[in-house]
């Protein structure tokens, strides 16, 4: 009796009377469509476990057929085909920054652009294939983009995901292992897109496409990679939320993008305020239903057999499950190799290096520290202070401004509402000390 046969027969016996039709079969799992009839999905959705029980299946899952009304059962094959990274699609033109996820059981690719997306997250248990994943995405990109068009800071806390790219021209610094750094480097990127966007209005332009068709000087994108965000998140949970939530909300005009893995996904590490910011997500195969809503805010990860099999969740709310491709070490290497290295003007850190100097959070809290003195001389001097003012003395970007603008009221400096000095009465407070 083939697997259809023994289908129909135990949903029968579970009193389902429906009818297993002709499966459709991809590389992990083989989809069996149902005639319903009078059954409604539901019932059906109800007693899966129990049917991959008689029939001694690891997990079925059930879900509507994607581009048909039709629901099915998604049963693991016997044996599975491994996808190769040879297999992944050549160049997507109308793509800027092409990731392919993986293909489904038509055996169609399916390809997002982060440049839209506009940023990604990925959750699975241990041994799932995020890293496989990620691997993919990276050297998928560097093929297509050279260094003055594509920038990458890579965040790589358990120290042997990233390494392999240490000496890539695309990094804009070495892979950082330390959570403290690492925060420190999100708000720096985070300073910087407001730099950008300040670039943005200089030449009348909204995103970072029309922006490098006017100006000469092109800006590169920058894809920001965390594997594992779990690590920073446990080391610095305020601040990191904050920096990446900040880059999440405004990052995308100005061609910065996010792909955040981790193995943990439950909300102290995927927060309500990460996720709503990031609509475009992958699961792998997670270990209970409370993991998979983490990432999907659906169950359905909990049933993926791991090795890459996972469940896409798009802009448009549905859930198509893929297989992604295999990625061995000498198909990195590869990828790698094949960049041709050499003669490269860096264009883009002679004019905006400084913005990526490597800082621990001592040393970026000390700056600070120095900034909000020189404000304070300032606004002494002066006898008012505006944002604009701080940032026309050349102290900061506007950003910084308006934060150490935030922190001289919280101070007392300034008043509250205005930011002059003169009629405050905390101005005394702030002359008295400077006596
Ligand atoms: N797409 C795939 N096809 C086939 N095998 C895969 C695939 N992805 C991963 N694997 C297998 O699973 C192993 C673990 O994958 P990977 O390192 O990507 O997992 P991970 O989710 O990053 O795990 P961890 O959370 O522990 O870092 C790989 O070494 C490979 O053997
Ligand atoms: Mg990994």
Redesign the pocket.
Known sequence: MTTRHHLEKALHELGLSVAVMTPISGHSISVYPLRLGEVKGERIQGQLDELAGRLGIRAIRGAFIEGSSRYGLEVPNTERY??NASEVPKAVKQFNLALHI?IDIYGTWKTVDLAKAPHMLLG????????????GFICNLIKHKNANQLRFVMIDP?RV?LNYYRNLEHLLCPPITDPQTAVAMLNSLADHMDKRYSLLEQETTRDIESYNKRSKQKLPYIVVII??LADLMLASKGNCEKALVRLAQKARAVGIHLIL?T?QPKSEIVTSLIKVNIPVRLA?AVGNHHESRAILDSNGAEQLL???DCLFYNRQGNLIRL?????SEQDIRKHIDNRAYGSFTDYFMQQHGDDFKLETQATAVDKDLHLFEEAKQLAISQGKLTTASLVNADLCSRAKAQRIMHQLRTAGVIGEHSASLGHSPLLLQVEQDNS
Do not use: I, R
């Not at 041994?127 to 994943?133: E, N, Q, V």
């Not at 297989?323 to 990625?327: D, K, L, R, T, V």
């Open positions: 491994t996808l993986g699975g248990g241990t041994g799932s294939g995020k890293s496989t994943a990620v691997h358990k995901e594997d594992e893995a193995q792998f791991g090795q890459g297989q992604n491709p295999f990625m």
